[in-house]
């Protein structure tokens, strides 16, 4: 089944310590993305990837960091997380992205407490 | 700076009717739409894909419409049932860029 698969699906930590949130696509896909979603503010882009070993800053990158030593995937990692890190984090992954109609895939959803 | 504006914020439906939401945007240049569903706590799934050319989509129950000279964009639903509430998020591209433009969304409420 094609898919995109996140871990943790939630998550509970404190400030300060270093947390990794993996990111798997299964399609091959070269495009991949994570966005974090607060209530009233929608979906931002916090990082994006055009291939392997290629990635952008999105609207929202501070505090936050990414790799992508392989295509399928794409790892989002909180150095030293803080409390204004709380929220519900999003992967994503389609075929190309660059102005074109491919159909973006969204992970499940990682839930981020940091206390 | 590239922007999408949608409305209303959020509504509340009797099941069986009809609604239409908004989307307004400033992407420039304009290569596509999309309309995504997404349910709460889940991630967003696609439900149309619009381009320049294109100035209606049906996707079942759900319609979305595109006038790329005014820049706006309508989501339709249909005869709603229970499981239409969601958040609807209009998405914009640009052309030749890697980023998408998020809407903050419209909260859907169907009431038996």
């Known amino acids: 089944e094609a898919q995109v698969t996140q871990n943790p699906r939630y998550l509970i930590t404190v400030t300060g310590k270093k947390l990794t949130v993996t990111c798997s696509q299964n399609m091959n896909h070269e495009y991949m993305s994570w966005y974090r979603q607060d209530p009233g503010l929608g979906l931002r882009q916090i990082y994006y990837?055009?291939?392997?070993?290629?990635?952008d800053k999105g609207d929202v990158p501070e505090g936050y960091k990414v790799s992508r030593k392989e295509k399928r995937n794409f790892p989002l990692i909180l150095e030293s997380p803080s409390p204004n890190q709380t929220s519900l984090y999003f992967c994503a992954s389609s075929l190309i992205q660059r102005g074109t109609t491919d159909t973006q895939y969204f992970g499940p959803g990682t839930r981020l407490t940091v206390l | 700076k590239n922007q999408v504006e949608q409305s209303p914020q959020s509504l509340i439906i009797l099941e069986g009717k009809n609604c239409t939401l908004q989307c307004n945007y400033t992407v420039s240049p304009f290569s596509n739409l999309r309309w995504y569903k997404q349910d709460t706590g889940r991630g967003p799934v696609s439900l149309t894909i619009?381009?320049?050319?294109?100035n209606t989509k049906s996707n079942g129950r759900y319609t979305a419409t595109l006038d790329a000279d005014t820049k706006q964009s309508s989501l339709h639903i249909t005869a709603s049932q229970l499981s239409d509430s969601a958040s609807y998020i209009c998405v914009v591209s640009a052309f030749g860029d890697y980023k998408l433009s998020f809407g903050a969304g419209t909260t859907v409420t169907v009431r038996a």
């Open positions: 619009m381009t320049f050319s294109e």
């Open positions: 990837s055009m291939n392997v070993e290629v990635t």
